[in-house]
């Protein structure tokens, strides 16, 4: 069963950039890749999405700020952060489907 692995979380100062990473354990071409994050005391939301064709959708709160993209060549997907704000800060979650599982995530915290 092919495994997603979240990293490239990190503290970063408001405004700043970050990229996380998706890496698969094997090929995930034929799978739509989800993004989603959690706050400490809220539930989990949905960041962005990309296709197995490549198209691509981010919520309204990140819209023109974060982008997904895709190498299956490299079985890694990921989310470009730019101009990040304190609320941005959360534990950032990739899920593929279908046939996915909920990984350990990745920290990025935002400092004001």
């Known amino acids: 069963q092919v495994q997603l692995v979240e990293s490239g979380g990190g503290l970063v100062q408001a405004g700043g950039s970050l990229r996380l990473s998706c890496a698969a354990s094997?090929?995930?071409?034929?799978?739509?890749v989800y993004w989603y994050r959690q706050a400490p005391g809220k539930q989990r939301e949905w960041v962005a999405l990309i296709t197995s064709g490549h198209s691509t959708n981010t919520a309204d709160s990140v819209k023109g700020r974060f982008t997904i993209s895709r190498d299956n060549a490299k079985n890694t997907v990921y989310l470009q952060m730019n101009s990040l704000k304190p609320e941005d800060t959360a534990v950032y979650y990739c899920?593929?489907?279908?046939?996915?599982?909920w990984g350990q995530g990745t920290q990025v915290t935002v400092s004001s």
């Open positions: 094997g090929s995930i071409s034929s799978n739509n």
């Open positions: 899920l593929k489907t279908p046939g996915g599982s």
